[in-house]
């Protein structure tokens, strides 16, 4: 999977995630992008945390999977996600893959728009803020 960065994570799907069927439940996708995504933003310096700091807020206002296979109780797989949009809303696809084949079960993506804390207004550029994180990876691509 492709994009400007790219992260990604193994686990192995618990009990508690699945249902009678050992099949894991479709909420918890949303959960597993979850996890890789704030490991992305703190590969990419800009958590969370520092996201508030900078006085914006990135809710997601769209987000997307397609279940191509499913996971199941036990099974390793790896989680991947990937920056590919970031001018004016911050896009980050995902892939979960089965850790020993590579085989695709889910991919995805979600949609976060930066909101100016103190106003409350929806941003129609990317802050300042987080372009200053991006252009070092943008000169990297570029060289």
């Known amino acids: 999977m492709k994009g400007l960065l790219r992260t990604e994570m193994e686990m192995v799907i618990p009990f508690h995630d699945v249902d009678s069927m050992g099949i894991t439940w ?38 997307q999977i397609k279940y191509v296979k499913s996971c199941t109780f036990d099974q390793k797989v790896k989680v991947i996600a990937a920056i590919v949009e970031w001018e004016n809303r911050l896009r980050i696809n995902y892939q979960i893959v089965d850790a020993k084949t590579n085989a695709r079960i889910t991919k995805g993506y979600t949609i976060q728009a ?12 990317t802050p300042e803020v987080f372009q200053q994180k991006i252009r070092p990876l943008l000169d990297k691509s570029q060289s």
């Not at 959960?31 to 900078?54: A, H």
């Not at 930066?114 to 550029?125: D, H, R």
Request: proline content about 2%; some cysteine.
């Open 26 to 63: 479709h909420g918890n996708y949303l959960r597993y992008f979850e996890v890789v995504r704030c490991l992305l933003l703190d590969k990419l310096g800009y958590n969370y945390r520092t996201m508030l700091e900078s006085g914006y807020a990135w809710p997601i206002v769209d987000v």
């Open 114 to 125: 930066a909101v100016e804390i103190a106003t409350q207004e929806l941003c129609f550029v």
